[in-house]
């Protein structure tokens, strides 16, 4: 049986809409074709319109994926194109937050960041929510990291 992971007895993480983990550097957002196609329902748009217009071509297949959801240049850096800085002043709301990709939804119980107290860490200088808030149990921070995983294979 494998030794529990250095966070067996959780997490504490609570999100403060501040937007980090949707900005900064350019990157990307995947996301599945059935994805794509609830995002274009919800926006009342053909799958083929809401590629065209909110999403890039990667050039290249991330993961499996090549597209990407588009960014706007702001202040704080390149702004996923669903995150909404207008509605609310001083937070950074998703606004197809019901509707968002399995790798928006898992964060931030990525591998990456839960592989070392010190990743864990370093995730903090970047997210405000990091350390705060309730204690996310171990079951519930493994079921993120397995659809993480789950979704960078499908």
Not at 83 to 96: F, Y
Not at 134 to 142: F, R, S
Request: hydrophobic share 30%; proline share 7%; with cysteine.
């Amino acid at each position: 049986m494998p030794p529990d992971p250095w966070y067996s007895t959780g997490l504490r993480f609570e999100c403060t809409s501040c937007g980090q983990c949707c900005t900064g550097a350019p990157g990307y957002v995947l996301f599945t074709d059935a994805e794509a196609a609830r995002i274009a329902g919800h926006l009342g748009l053909s799958k083929g319109d809401f590629l065209d217009r909110y999403t890039t071509d990667l050039g290249a297949a991330v993961s499996g994926r090549s597209r990407t959801f588009k960014e706007n240049e702001s202040e704080q850096g390149h702004d996923c194109i669903f995150l909404d800085r207008a509605t609310q002043p001083g937070k950074a709301l998703c606004s197809i937050h019901e509707l968002r990709p399995t790798q928006c939804r898992t964060f931030p119980f990525w591998p990456e960041h839960v592989e070392s107290p010190r990743a864990w860490q370093r995730l903090s200088r970047q997210c405000e929510g990091i350390d705060r808030g309730p204690t996310i149990p171990l079951t519930q921070i493994t079921i993120q990291l397995e659809s993480h995983r789950n979704d960078r294979r499908s």
